[in-house]
């Protein structure tokens, strides 16, 4: 008996994801991949945006695998909105879209990971587990063209996933406060977000952090 709550005690915690993706195969696919890693626990899928705002409302996943592109409409303007709908759900884009600017927007917007369709099975394992641990997730062969585009425009502020969280909640008008108690993060560690985002973006003020906000399509 000691043994097996030993063993309970040291098991991975379960990771919740949702797929989002308007293509049955690609998500057959996806979910066959993570079903062999116990870990993971699809709680979800959808076709579509609303569908996916749906299955996010109703699971708050620990991770949501999401297309830009949902039966024709972009997702990429929604991905602010799923964040705050379920701040702890970290997203990772998967997309067949390998221009750095979308990678750059998506992560700005508040996405955690990007990585393409291209990309071996091992790599969308391994970046789901990265992303759900808290970390952020570029796919290695984008990374450094998105790194040189940034250099070659002057654009080094690239928000990390809790900054953008952080930003757009600001936006949307609520507190220090209601912040923290929405990400579970103490008031001070929202005060430090706040200094970071305010030392990338020079947004000073609480005006300058929704302009800064709007200009990433963090509001509707």
Do not use: C, W
């Not at 309970?8 to 993706?21: F, N, T, Y």
């Not at 991949?33 to 699971?59: G, H, K, N």
């Not at 929704?210 to 399509?217: D, K, L, N, S, V």
């Amino acid at each position: 008996m000691d043994v097996d709550r030993a063993a309970s005690r040291e098991s991975p915690p379960q990771v919740s994801v949702v797929l989002a993706d308007d293509h049955l195969v690609v998500r057959a696919g996806m979910r066959l991949l993570l079903s062999q890693d116990p870990v993971f626990e699809i709680v979800a899928e959808s076709a579509t945006l609303a569908d996916t705002f749906t299955a996010v409302r109703r699971t708050h996943p620990s991770v949501l695998i999401l297309d830009l592109t949902l039966a024709g409409q972009s997702s990429l303007p929604s991905i602010p909105e799923l964040q705050a709908t379920s701040p702890l759900t970290k997203i990772l884009i998967l997309t067949m879209q390998e221009d750095p600017a979308f990678a750059r927007e998506a992560l700005r917007s508040g996405a955690a990971g990007y990585l393409l369709k291209e990309a071996a099975a091992e790599e969308l394992l391994a970046a789901t587990r990265q992303v759900a641990a808290g970390a952020s997730y570029v796919q290695p062969s984008l990374g450094a063209r998105l790194v040189a585009t940034d250099d070659a425009h002057g654009e080094g502020a690239i928000l990390t996933a809790r900054e953008a969280s952080v930003l757009t909640l600001l936006a949307h008008g609520h507190t220090n406060q209601e912040i923290a108690d929405r990400l579970h993060i103490s008031i001070r560690t929202v005060e430090t977000h706040r200094a970071r985002i305010r030392d990338k973006l020079g947004a000073a003020t609480r005006a300058d952090l929704i302009t800064a906000a709007r200009e990433r399509g963090m509001l509707a």
